[in-house]
T-cell receptor, first 114, second 117 residues
Framework: AQSVAQPEDQVNVAEGNPLTVKCTYSVSGNPYLFWYVQYPNRGLQFLLKYITGDNLVKGSYGFEAEFNKSQTSFHLKKPSALVSDSALYFCAVRDPGSARQLTFGSGTQLTVLP | GAGVSQSPRYKVAKRGQDVALRCDPISGHVSLFWYQQALGQGPEFLTYFQNEAQLDKSGLPSDRFFAERPEGSVSTLKIQRTQQEDSAVYLC???????????????FGDGTRLSIL
């Protein structure tokens, strides 16, 4: 079975400060990990993915994430937050050895304060 | 089209009515998924198609839910005898390859918001 936990329902940061949105996962094999962002009344937009290789993954809009196998984490980060980054963020996992579909976390609402 | 298109965007139905939700994936995409997103939650898997074949329907919550993709492109999710707990956003996603071998991200439509009165 595959699962994802996003321990924070809400994260608030000031514009210009670094941001972190946390994600931990559980799979039996090597995971495929994804971050998506959702704006109100819209579908999910892909930000970045980890499949294999370098643990630090860079994605769209200046976001990056670090895969940590020992801590089973895949936290999303950005060095300097923008007000326009305010949205709902979802972490997702897939165990390619056993599943076709993604399993999503419950989401973290990020608010960047001007 | 350029992205995944879903229609209608909003659907209101009375309890007991049947509804049909349409998904038009990115042209040429092999894999198609349906997800259900309850208010304040992440999407949950319903069913998966590889071309016209429905390979996984383990997430469908009851036999009132039925999905098809007869020509391997457009897909329809049908819910019969709707109930209030069916109220949610239904998301469709597609990806270019056979999902068994693919590490590509899924591309999502904007969803259909279904409200059952």
């Amino acid at each position: 079975a595959q699962s994802v936990a996003q321990p924070e329902d809400q994260v608030n940061v000031a514009e210009g400060n670094p941001l972190t949105v946390k994600c931990t996962y559980s799979v039996s094999g090597n995971p495929y990990l994804f971050w998506y962002v959702q704006y109100p009344n819209r579908g999910l937009q892909f930000l970045l993915k980890y499949i294999t290789g370098d643990n630090l993954v860079k994605g769209s809009y200046g976001f990056e994430a670090e895969f940590n196998k020992s801590q089973t984490s895949f936290h999303l980060k950005k060095p300097s937050a923008l007000v326009s980054d305010s949205a709902l963020y979802f972490c997702a996992v897939r165990d390619p050895g056993s599943a076709r579909q993604l399993t999503f976390g419950s989401g973290t609402q990020l608010t960047v304060l001007p | 089209g350029a992205g995944v298109s879903q229609s209608p965007r909003y659907k209101v139905a009375k309890r007991g009515q049947d509804v049909a939700l349409r998904c038009d994936p990115i042209s040429g995409h092999v894999s198609l998924f349906w997800y259900q997103q309850a208010l304040g939650q992440g999407p949950e898997f319903l069913t998966y198609f590889q071309n016209e074949a429905q390979l996984d329907k383990s997430g469908l919550p009851s036999d009132r839910f039925f999905a098809e993709r007869p020509e391997g492109s457009v897909s329809t999710l049908k819910i019969q005898r709707t109930q209030q707990e069916d109220s949610a956003v239904y998301l469709c996603a597609s990806s270019p390859l056979n999902e068994q071998f693919s590490n590509q991200p899924q591309h999502f439509g904007d969803g259909t918001r279904l409200s059952i009165l």
